[in-house]
């Protein structure tokens, strides 16, 4: 068994003259040892992982005794000699836009009121990239972030049409894969298109939907023999124009509580559920109001 533990108590048998201890297991972060960035990390997310698995009643349970002021600990960091003149280089070529996703800056730095962008290696120090601005690119907190702890996914976006209780669902074709499943309309945002701009084309040129995107709805993400997929929904009002269908086998409006009626495919039946619970919010909200 690994991990860290500590001396409880021992014990012998004075008819056979054995003798034994027992140790406790404990919790890493408790102890006063001193860990590396990673280590720390890692096991922050372990607890993390264990909180998740456990229940809400358990979790109030257990925040009601936590302290307010959480203890210190000594976390040992490895740093690199950064080459002052490659940060410098790097964030004059980016001009204050973000080299990945080529947006401004999100807000400016409050050191010298300059952008605030992160210089950040294509191949990582650590793993023997050079520290040179051609190995280099400026990217916003948020493309920063990503590059570390993002795992590559097909996005795709759907619309939420709600109308009298009822919600469109549309049928893929014979051709597509996984034929004669149900999902919501949408599709995938091309290169250089926000989420909101795709699902108005994709539903335009799919259906003849001319759409207004109310407010995001929520996200499915589902692991399948081909990669990730992150299906994220938005409740949209369209106008009343008569429905083409260029892709699918049918299209329809039905009951949100004859949903499960309909055969859907795995990533949406998350959004499925999220549905009703919609539709139950809705109704005692009706009838509050009564």
Same mark, same amino acid.
């Given at each position: 068994m690994k991990g860290i533990f500590q001396y409880k108590s021992d014990h012998n048998d004075p008819k056979d003259g054995s003798?034994?201890?027992i140790l406790q297991k404990?919790?890493?972060?408790?102890?006063?040892r001193v860990m590396t960035e990673n280590e720390y990390n890692k096991e922050l997310q372990k607890q993390v992982d264990r909180a998740k698995k456990d229940s809400a009643k358990s979790r109030e349970k257990r925040l009601n005794k936590a302290e307010?002021? =959480?203890?210190?600990?000594? !976390?040992?960091s490895t740093q690199y000699k950064r080459n002052p003149d490659v940060i410098t280089e790097v964030l004059e070529r980016a001009d204050g836009v973000c080299e990945k996703c080529k947006k401004p800056a999100p807000f400016i730095r409050a &050191? @010298?009121?300059t952008p605030y962008l992160e210089v950040h290696h294509k +191949? =990582? %120090? $650590?793993? /023997? /990239?050079? @520290?040179?601005?051609? *190995? $280099?690119i400026a990217l916003c907190p948020n493309c920063h972030r990503e590059d570390h702890h993002a795992v590559k996914v097909t996005t795709i976006t759907v619309g939420i049409i709600v109308e009298e209780d009822k919600v469109l669902i549309v049928q893929r074709k014979g *051709?597509?894969? %996984? =034929?004669?499943?149900?999902?919501f309309p949408g599709g995938k945002a091309r290169k250089g298109e926000t989420l909101e701009r795709g699902l108005r084309r994709e539903l335009y040129e799919k259906f003849g939907i001319s759409i207004r995107i109310d407010s995001y709805f929520g996200e499915s993400i589902y692991r399948t023999n081909s990669g990730i997929i992150r299906l994220m929904s938005y409740l949209v009002k369209r106008t009343p124009e008569d429905f083409k269908i260029n892709v699918h086998k049918g #299209?329809?409006? !039905?009951k949100i509580k004859d949903l499960h009626k309909y055969d859907f495919l795995? $990533?949406?039946?998350? #959004? !499925?559920?999220?549905?009703?619970? &919609?539709?139950?919010?809705?109704? +005692? *909200?009706?009838?509050?109001?009564?």
């Open positions: 003798r034994w201890f404990v919790n890493t972060l408790a102890t006063n307010k002021k =959480p203890d210190k600990l000594i !976390v040992n &050191y @010298d009121l +191949k =990582p %120090l $650590a793993e /023997g /990239g050079e @520290d040179t601005v051609e *190995n $280099a *051709n597509n894969s %996984l =034929p004669g499943k149900w999902c #299209i329809d409006f !039905v795995s $990533a949406e039946n998350s #959004i !499925v559920e999220k549905l009703k619970e &919609y539709r139950h919010s809705s109704l +005692k *909200n009706q009838e509050e109001s009564l």
